[in-house]
Protein backbone atom coordinates (compact mmCIF):
# COMPACT_ATOMS: atom_id res chain seq x y z
CA UNK A 1 0.00 0.00 0.00
CA UNK A 2 1.32 3.39 -0.37
CA UNK A 3 2.56 5.48 2.42
CA UNK A 4 2.09 8.77 3.39
CA UNK A 5 2.69 11.15 1.27
CA UNK A 6 4.10 14.79 2.25
CA UNK A 7 5.03 18.16 0.17
CA UNK A 8 7.23 19.73 -0.37
CA UNK A 9 10.56 17.95 1.00
CA UNK A 10 12.19 21.25 1.94
CA UNK A 11 11.27 24.85 2.36
CA UNK A 12 13.27 27.41 2.93
CA UNK A 13 12.27 30.72 3.75
CA UNK A 14 12.60 34.35 5.45
CA UNK A 15 11.14 35.39 8.81
CA UNK A 16 7.76 36.89 8.72
CA UNK A 17 7.00 34.86 5.91
CA UNK A 18 4.34 32.51 5.49
CA UNK A 19 4.05 28.63 4.40
CA UNK A 20 2.00 25.38 3.84
CA UNK A 21 2.91 21.82 4.36
CA UNK A 22 0.68 19.14 2.96
CA UNK A 23 0.15 15.80 3.67
CA UNK A 24 -1.92 12.85 1.98
CA UNK A 25 -2.66 9.60 4.30
CA UNK A 26 -2.57 6.28 4.04
CA UNK A 27 -5.81 5.60 2.31
CA UNK A 28 -8.65 4.62 4.57
CA UNK A 29 -7.02 6.06 7.68
CA UNK A 30 -9.12 8.10 9.87
CA UNK A 31 -7.11 9.67 11.89
CA UNK A 32 -4.55 12.05 10.69
CA UNK A 33 -1.30 13.88 13.10
CA UNK A 34 0.93 16.60 12.17
CA UNK A 35 4.43 16.60 14.37
CA UNK A 36 6.68 19.51 15.10
CA UNK A 37 10.61 17.71 15.19
CA UNK A 38 13.18 20.00 16.20
CA UNK A 39 16.89 19.24 15.64
CA UNK A 40 17.75 16.84 18.31
CA UNK A 41 14.53 16.30 19.94
CA UNK A 42 11.87 13.70 19.63
CA UNK A 43 8.20 14.79 17.52
CA UNK A 44 6.08 17.01 19.41
CA UNK A 45 2.34 16.47 18.67
CA UNK A 46 0.61 19.87 17.28
CA UNK A 47 -2.76 18.78 15.91
CA UNK A 48 -4.91 15.68 15.76
CA UNK A 49 -7.52 15.33 13.44
CA UNK A 50 -10.24 12.15 13.37
CA UNK A 51 -11.93 12.07 9.89
CA UNK A 52 -12.69 16.12 9.65
CA UNK A 53 -12.61 17.00 13.23
CA UNK A 54 -9.87 18.22 15.43
CA UNK A 55 -9.17 15.91 18.45
CA UNK A 56 -6.52 17.51 19.99
CA UNK A 57 -4.88 21.12 19.42
CA UNK A 58 -3.52 21.97 22.66
CA UNK A 59 0.00 22.30 21.40
CA UNK A 60 -0.63 23.74 18.46
CA UNK A 61 0.44 28.26 18.04
CA UNK A 62 -2.81 29.14 17.06
CA UNK A 63 -1.59 32.60 16.87
CA UNK A 64 0.56 31.23 13.70
CA UNK A 65 -0.62 27.71 13.03
CA UNK A 66 -3.46 26.65 11.54
CA UNK A 67 -4.24 23.13 9.84
CA UNK A 68 -7.41 21.95 8.50
CA UNK A 69 -8.22 18.55 6.73
CA UNK A 70 -11.23 19.36 4.46
CA UNK A 71 -13.66 16.07 3.41
CA UNK A 72 -11.46 13.96 6.03
CA UNK A 73 -8.71 12.93 3.65
CA UNK A 74 -5.85 15.19 2.69
CA UNK A 75 -4.45 18.00 5.37
CA UNK A 76 -2.57 21.19 5.23
CA UNK A 77 -0.70 22.91 7.43
CA UNK A 78 -0.10 26.89 7.79
CA UNK A 79 2.51 29.18 9.75
CA UNK A 80 1.85 32.33 9.21
CA UNK A 81 3.94 34.34 10.09
CA UNK A 82 7.02 32.33 10.52
CA UNK A 83 9.25 32.76 13.29
CA UNK A 84 13.54 31.68 13.68
CA UNK A 85 12.33 28.94 16.08
CA UNK A 86 9.78 27.23 13.76
CA UNK A 87 12.77 25.90 11.72
CA UNK A 88 12.06 22.19 12.29
CA UNK A 89 11.43 18.95 10.40
CA UNK A 90 7.26 18.75 10.37
CA UNK A 91 5.87 14.99 10.13
CA UNK A 92 2.50 13.85 8.79
CA UNK A 93 1.31 10.26 10.44
CA UNK A 94 -2.13 8.64 10.08
CA UNK A 95 -3.24 5.82 11.27
CA UNK A 96 -6.59 3.79 11.65
CA UNK A 97 -9.66 4.43 13.73
CA UNK A 98 -8.68 3.84 17.58
CA UNK A 99 -9.01 0.21 18.80
CA UNK A 100 -11.26 -0.03 21.88
CA UNK A 101 -8.69 -1.28 24.34
CA UNK A 102 -6.08 -1.14 22.36
CA UNK A 103 -4.15 1.46 20.35
CA UNK A 104 -2.23 1.60 16.82
CA UNK A 105 0.76 2.56 15.32
CA UNK A 106 0.88 5.64 13.31
CA UNK A 107 2.25 5.80 10.18
CA UNK A 108 5.09 8.18 9.16
CA UNK A 109 5.47 10.57 5.74
CA UNK A 110 9.07 11.66 4.96
CA UNK A 111 8.37 15.06 6.50
CA UNK A 112 9.12 18.49 5.48
CA UNK A 113 12.40 19.84 6.38
CA UNK A 114 11.56 24.05 7.41
CA UNK A 115 14.60 26.72 7.49
CA UNK A 116 13.53 30.00 8.34
CA UNK A 117 16.26 32.68 7.96
CA UNK B 1 0.72 14.15 31.11
CA UNK B 2 2.43 11.44 30.17
CA UNK B 3 6.28 11.36 29.20
CA UNK B 4 9.78 9.39 28.00
CA UNK B 5 12.75 9.48 29.41
CA UNK B 6 16.08 7.93 27.20
CA UNK B 7 19.14 8.67 28.94
CA UNK B 8 21.86 7.90 26.39
CA UNK B 9 22.34 10.59 23.47
CA UNK B 10 24.14 7.61 21.41
CA UNK B 11 25.08 4.19 22.12
CA UNK B 12 27.90 3.12 20.49
CA UNK B 13 27.88 -0.93 19.66
CA UNK B 14 30.34 -3.59 17.66
CA UNK B 15 28.38 -5.23 15.02
CA UNK B 16 27.51 -8.89 15.80
CA UNK B 17 27.30 -7.61 19.80
CA UNK B 18 23.80 -7.62 21.64
CA UNK B 19 22.30 -4.18 21.73
CA UNK B 20 20.00 -2.33 24.05
CA UNK B 21 18.23 1.11 23.97
CA UNK B 22 16.93 2.20 26.97
CA UNK B 23 13.56 4.11 27.77
CA UNK B 24 11.80 4.61 30.98
CA UNK B 25 8.30 6.20 31.06
CA UNK B 26 5.90 7.76 33.18
CA UNK B 27 1.78 7.97 32.86
CA UNK B 28 -1.06 7.51 34.67
CA UNK B 29 -2.55 4.43 34.39
CA UNK B 30 -1.50 1.20 32.30
CA UNK B 31 0.63 2.23 29.35
CA UNK B 32 0.98 2.03 25.49
CA UNK B 33 4.40 1.51 24.64
CA UNK B 34 6.00 1.94 21.49
CA UNK B 35 9.63 2.22 19.55
CA UNK B 36 10.41 3.94 16.51
CA UNK B 37 13.36 3.74 14.36
CA UNK B 38 14.30 7.12 11.75
CA UNK B 39 16.74 6.88 9.09
CA UNK B 40 18.27 10.36 7.72
CA UNK B 41 15.34 12.33 5.42
CA UNK B 42 13.34 10.02 6.54
CA UNK B 43 10.12 9.56 8.61
CA UNK B 44 9.88 7.48 11.82
CA UNK B 45 9.15 3.45 10.69
CA UNK B 46 7.06 1.63 13.51
CA UNK B 47 8.83 -1.59 15.01
CA UNK B 48 7.23 -2.71 17.86
CA UNK B 49 4.40 -1.48 20.69
CA UNK B 50 3.45 -3.19 23.85
CA UNK B 51 -0.58 -2.66 24.69
CA UNK B 52 -1.48 -5.83 27.05
CA UNK B 53 -0.11 -9.04 27.17
CA UNK B 54 3.42 -11.10 27.23
CA UNK B 55 5.49 -8.49 28.88
CA UNK B 56 8.04 -9.30 25.77
CA UNK B 57 7.45 -8.18 22.66
CA UNK B 58 8.85 -8.96 19.52
CA UNK B 59 9.10 -6.48 16.30
CA UNK B 60 10.24 -5.87 12.96
CA UNK B 61 13.92 -6.56 11.80
CA UNK B 62 14.57 -8.75 14.81
CA UNK B 63 14.01 -6.11 17.60
CA UNK B 64 12.42 -7.21 20.86
CA UNK B 65 11.37 -4.94 23.96
CA UNK B 66 10.79 -6.10 27.74
CA UNK B 67 8.06 -4.03 29.45
CA UNK B 68 9.01 -4.06 33.25
CA UNK B 69 5.70 -2.38 35.30
CA UNK B 70 7.96 -1.92 37.95
CA UNK B 71 10.58 -0.04 36.86
CA UNK B 72 8.58 1.38 34.44
CA UNK B 73 10.92 0.80 31.31
CA UNK B 74 10.60 -0.68 28.08
CA UNK B 75 14.50 -1.13 27.00
CA UNK B 76 14.64 -1.90 23.01
CA UNK B 77 16.91 -5.03 22.41
CA UNK B 78 18.85 -7.11 19.50
CA UNK B 79 20.80 -10.13 19.93
CA UNK B 80 23.65 -9.33 17.28
CA UNK B 81 23.57 -5.45 15.73
CA UNK B 82 23.60 -5.12 12.09
CA UNK B 83 25.77 -2.02 10.76
CA UNK B 84 22.77 -1.22 8.95
CA UNK B 85 20.61 -1.00 12.42
CA UNK B 86 22.76 2.18 13.01
CA UNK B 87 19.76 4.99 13.37
CA UNK B 88 17.75 7.06 15.69
CA UNK B 89 15.61 4.99 17.88
CA UNK B 90 12.63 6.37 19.60
CA UNK B 91 10.48 5.47 22.42
CA UNK B 92 6.85 6.75 23.18
CA UNK B 93 4.44 6.05 25.89
CA UNK B 94 0.78 6.72 25.51
CA UNK B 95 -1.81 6.37 28.38
CA UNK B 96 -5.10 4.01 27.97
CA UNK B 97 -7.51 7.37 27.70
CA UNK B 98 -8.19 9.73 25.86
CA UNK B 99 -7.06 10.90 22.70
CA UNK B 100 -3.75 8.25 22.82
CA UNK B 101 -2.11 11.18 22.28
CA UNK B 102 1.84 9.65 21.72
CA UNK B 103 4.71 11.25 24.00
CA UNK B 104 8.27 11.01 22.43
CA UNK B 105 11.47 10.72 24.11
CA UNK B 106 14.43 12.64 22.77
CA UNK B 107 15.84 9.89 21.04
CA UNK B 108 19.18 7.81 21.04
CA UNK B 109 21.57 7.09 17.91
CA UNK B 110 22.51 4.04 17.48
CA UNK B 111 26.05 3.54 15.86
CA UNK B 112 27.22 0.00 15.04
CA UNK B 113 30.70 -0.07 14.71
CA UNK B 114 31.74 -2.92 11.73
Known amino acids: EAGVAQSPRYKIIEKRQSVAFWCNPI?????LYWYQQILGQGPKLLIQ????????DSQLPKDRFSAERLKGVDSTLKIQPAKLEDSAVYLC???????????????FGPGTRLTVT | AQSVAQPEDQVNVAEGNPLTVKCTYS??????LFWYVQYPNRGLQFLLKYITGDNLVKGSYGFEAEFNKSQTSFHLKKPSALVSDSALYFCAVSAPYGNNRLAFGKGNQVVVIP
Open chain 2, 27 to 32: VSGNPY
Open chain 1, 49 to 56: FQNNGVVD
Open chain 1, 27 to 31: SGHAT
Open chain 1, 93 to 107: ASSPLPLAGGQHEQY
